[in-house]
């Protein structure tokens, strides 16, 4: 029996056999994640992702070499155990994000433990091309959504008026005069930014030339995709400012959207040509990785070493992490009682107000679980006031809590002023009220805002803090309920701000007292 040969076979399987139970492991955050791709164009690419990872790694297979010492293997067991713990944590947090990169963390601990350090560094690329298959959080994906639209429609529109066409803009809506365009979601960019910045990612690693050219190919993407969206929107209004809505439509809006990621990509591809002859070098598809000839030989020797030690931890690792796992899985929010906003009062002291609601389209953006609109005027003053409150009992599954500073400047407003501020003589909750004050103009209007999250008996003015106090009650209360609150009061010309500030405070003091019976608290009411 040729034991040279079945040695290693044996090690191949054993960890084969652990790159299995780490898929068992990881099964909901993988199949989520596998669902985004399918749903979601703007990760529709993902499923590329491991297959080129996988191909990357093999042309590249006579370099890694099985460790021959268990010691060789403690880093890499280290990334695993620091990768488990990421995931109990995510999974305490059901934050499937968290999970996702915890997965990431723990495969390249297990490359780590069969290869060393040795094999890392050459594994280190490939593995790292692996976090473009991972969603971003919903919160940063509509933040960098919202900004992408601003900029992608105002740099749309230049290219309309450099057509000698008449168009306004007005936040992410064009209007042309007879027809007005809105530039929504899907026309943010995102379509073609990370398909794109993974194939910047990928030609900036297989590029010969120095680290400079390659980071420039890399962070080119982003620039890229700006300027052709931007590009596309305004050949789309100039095509329906000469032959109607319909070019905005159906195959030709999806057509003009692969011909602009085609174009993409043919100026990537040129501007590594660009670089090549910077370099004095010529640009050769076939020079740009070495396949190796033979499979290395070093790597089937003292293979029994790595049988008994390496391989076993690693296993071991991983059923503790799925026992952890199950254990968890179970979880699920606690959902305190409140008072429904369809009985929140019309009338606040001297304010008398009249219900407002939110068509389905956002409805169906925001995903929230409760939500009140009321529009307060004082009769014998005419001052006015919106009260606006969004409530969430579970924000665990994408639906979160939305930021003004996003959604105000979709609208057309801009924000001229932004602070915060604290009210020592208001109470909420027996803490200081603290709240968000921005100055917002569109053209000659202008408006007063206030706007804070309430969170589990917590007042929070900072977006970022949300996220974490998210992440910790979620851990700590098993709980994630919260809540956004927003006042806004228009500001006459000639009115001094001050004098609207005055106008919120003294609303605020007849609106905080009813607010505890809709947003729950640190401490849950007994029913």
């Known amino acids: 029996m040729n034991t040279e040969n079945t040695k290693p076979a044996i090690v191949w399987s054993l960890w084969g056999a652990a790159l299995l139970l780490l898929c068992?492991?990881?099964?909901?955050?993988?199949?989520?994640?596998?669902?985004?791709?399918?749903?979601v164009e703007e990760y529709s690419h993902g499923f590329f992702i491991p297959i080129i990872t996988i191909y990357l790694l093999w042309v590249r297979r006579g370099e890694l070499v099985l460790v021959q010492v268990f010691k060789a293997s403690l880093p890499g067991?280290?990334?695993?155990?620091?990768?488990?713990?990421l995931f109990i944590l995510g999974g305490l947090a059901t934050i499937k994000t968290m999970?996702?990169?915890?997965?990431?963390?723990?495969?390249?601990?297990?490359?780590?433990?069969?290869?060393?350090?040795?094999?890392?560094?050459?594994?280190?690329?490939?593995?790292?091309?692996?976090?473009?298959?991972?969603?971003?959080?919903?919160?940063?994906?509509?933040?960098?959504?919202?900004?992408?639209?601003?900029?992608?429609s105002w740099l749309g529109v230049e290219f309309i008026r450099a057509c000698d066409i008449m168009v306004y803009l007005e936040g992410n809506v064009i209007d042309l005069g007879s027809y007005k365009l809105q530039v929504v979601d899907a026309c943010s960019g995102l379509r073609y930014l990370f398909p794109l910045a993974s194939l910047a990612f990928l030609c900036a690693y297989l590029f010969k030339g120095p680290f400079w050219q390659k980071l420039l190919i890399f962070l080119s993407s982003m620039p890229l995709t700006i300027f052709m969206n931007s590009f596309r929107i305004g050949v789309?209004?100039?095509?329906?400012?000469?032959?109607?809505t319909e070019m905005a439509e159906g195959f030709l809006h999806?057509?003009?959207?692969?011909?602009?990621?085609?174009l993409c990509m043919l100026l990537l591809f040129i501007e590594m040509w660009v670089f090549s002859r910077i370099s004095g070098r010529k640009l050769a598809m076939g020079e740009l990785v070495q396949i190796p000839e033979e499979w290395s030989h070093t790597a089937r020797r003292d293979i029994a070493a790595i049988l008994n030690k390496s391989v076993f931890a690693v296993l071991l690792l991983l059923c503790i992490g799925a026992g952890a796992s199950e254990v968890f899985k179970g979880r699920e929010d606690i959902i305190p009682t409140r008072k429904a906003f369809l009985t929140f009062p019309t009338t606040l002291g001297s304010w008398q107000g009249r219900n407002d609601y939110l068509t389905q389209f956002y409805l169906n953006e925001l995903k929230l679980t409760d939500y009140v609109i009321v529009n307060f005027v004082q009769p014998e003053t005419r001052n006015s006031v919106n009260f606006y409150s969004a409530y969430y009992q579970s924000q665990r599954k994408g639906a979160v809590v939305h930021s003004p500073r996003s959604c105000i400047p979709g609208d057309g407003w801009q924000i001229s002023s932004f602070e915060q501020r604290e009210f020592t003589d208001l109470q909420l909750g027996g803490q200081a009220l603290q709240v968000n004050r921005a100055i917002i103009q569109k053209g000659e209007s202008r408006q007063l805002v206030y706007f804070w999250f309430q969170q589990r008996g917590r007042m929070i003015t900072n977006e970022y803090m949300v996220k974490w106090y998210l992440f910790y009650d979620a851990i700590t209360m098993n709980r994630t309920d919260g809540a956004l609150i927003r006042l806004v009061t228009p500001v006459d010309k000639v009115e001094d701000i001050a004098v609207a500030d005055n106008r919120l405070h003294l609303f605020l003091k007849d609106l905080l007292p009813e607010l505890p019976a809709y947003l729950p608290g640190k401490v849950i009411e007994p029913v």
């Open 99 to 152: 999970e996702q990169y915890a997965f990431l963390v723990v495969l390249t601990g297990m490359f780590a433990s069969a290869f060393g350090l040795r094999g890392l560094r050459v594994g280190a690329i490939p593995l790292l091309f692996l976090v473009f298959m991972v969603p971003f959080p919903s919160f940063i994906l509509n933040n960098l959504s919202s900004k992408l639209q601003l900029i992608s």
């Open 77 to 85: 067991i280290t990334i695993i155990c620091l990768g488990l713990i």
């Open 236 to 244: 789309i209004g100039v095509l329906v400012d000469n032959w109607g």
């Open 24 to 39: 068992v492991v990881f099964r909901d955050s993988l199949i989520e994640m596998a669902t985004t791709w399918t749903n």
């Open 254 to 262: 999806d057509f003009e959207g692969w011909a602009v990621f085609l």
